[in-house]
């Protein structure tokens, strides 16, 4: 079967980055064909045209169509994996409320034409920031879509995370696993060590604890920031990457044996309050992510998921009062 995937924000540095990725069968395999929806603002359809016509230069076998449009209720029809990249960033002066309502007006509708027009088994991922509180909003504006189909992107702070500990044990990534990032894809974030094994110990006992609080915690969590500083630009192609990984292990499954992180609606697992799009210890089976149970969260733990979970509580809080969910 062919399966249709909607990339918004197409025409944007992790747009390019993506669709092409998409295409070559990376996503969801190379025995799966992909038909490309591309959404865009009006201003950007005619970039989104050109990367089309790249695509196409590619013959990529497994691309069976490209779309392009400006109307979600176009873009999303018949989708079955929306990849909500497409955002409204920051920009000087802009307090967070502002920034959070700019984001309602996008992912408000968006979230209501995945409802009406999406296929029966769409997965969404949002990318666009802040995107956990993003995908709340186009969760709450598909009512009949299960709620746990909207995720948020954690797995490039998770990739972050894998990195910087490989590199200060000398190890490759491969040795490193059951990896968590916990709470917001923000500064807040917590990547939990106690939990992670690198050769099958446990990571937390392999450095030394002020490297692991001063150093290890502050370069993952701001990792997001010193890429923008150093390339004068947001991440895109590892952003791509991680989307990637994401989609990728919710359709296939998660390897035996490890975990990965996504933000995922709370069932109320660790004290994270039901319903908030938080990230987790995550395994994907037959289809679905499931949080991991039964991890022992010591204080310095606790302090630091609680202080993220707090910041999500803000964030809904906010955009709750705002009236955009
Ligand atoms: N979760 C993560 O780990 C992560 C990592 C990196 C970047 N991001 C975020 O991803 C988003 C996109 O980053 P980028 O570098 O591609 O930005 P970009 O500015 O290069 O591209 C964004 C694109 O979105 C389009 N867009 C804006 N509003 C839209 C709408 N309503 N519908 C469809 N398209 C719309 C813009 O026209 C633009 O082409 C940003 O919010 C960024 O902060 C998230
Ligand atoms: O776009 C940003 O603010 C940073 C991005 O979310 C990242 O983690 O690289």
């Known amino acids: 079967m062919t399966v249709k995937v909607t990339v918004t924000g197409a025409a944007g540095q992790i747009g390019y980055a993506l669709l092409f990725r998409v295409a070559s069968g990376q996503l969801l395999g190379a025995d799966t064909p992909v038909k490309l929806s591309l959404l865009e603002i009006p201003q950007a359809v005619k970039a989104a045209e050109g990367t089309a016509m790249e695509l196409d230069d590619c013959a990529f076998p497994l691309l069976r169509g490209i779309e392009i449009s400006d109307d979600p209720a176009k873009a999303f029809d018949g989708a079955n994996v929306a990849l909500l990249v497409g955002a409204r960033p920051r920009t000087k002066g802009m307090e967070r409320g502002d920034l959070l309502e700019a984001n309602g007006g996008i992912f408000g509708p968006q979230g209501k034409a995945i409802n009406e027009h999406a296929a029966d088994d769409i997965r969404v991922l949002v990318v666009g920031n802040p995107a956990n509180t993003n995908a709340l909003i186009a969760q709450s504006a598909a009512p009949d879509v299960p709620g746990e189909r909207f995720t948020a992107m954690t797995r490039l702070d998770h990739n972050r995370a894998l990195s910087q500990l490989a590199g200060k044990l000398n190890v490759p990534v491969t040795e490193i696993k059951k990896m968590t990032i916990w709470g917001n894809h923000s500064a807040t974030q917590y990547p939990d060590l106690f939990h992670a ?76 309050p039901e319903g908030l799009i938080s990230s987790f210890p995550v395994v994907s089976r037959n289809g679905r992510w499931e949080i991991v149970q039964g991890l022992e969260i010591d204080a310095f733990s606790r302090e630091r998921i609680d202080a993220s979970v707090n910041e999500l509580v803000e964030e809904r809080d906010a955009v709750r009062a705002l009236g955009l969910i």
């Open 197 to 272: 094994e690198a050769g099958g110990k446990i990571a937390a006992e392999q450095v030394e604890q002020e490297w692991l609080r001063d150093t290890f915690i502050p370069t993952v969590a701001k990792r997001g920031a010193a890429i923008i500083e150093a390339r004068g630009a947001s991440s895109a192609a590892s952003a791509a990457n991680a989307a990637i990984d994401h989609v990728r292990d919710w359709v296939n499954g998660t390897p035996e044996g490890d975990w990965t992180s996504a933000a995922i609606p709370s069932d109320g697992s660790y004290g994270v």
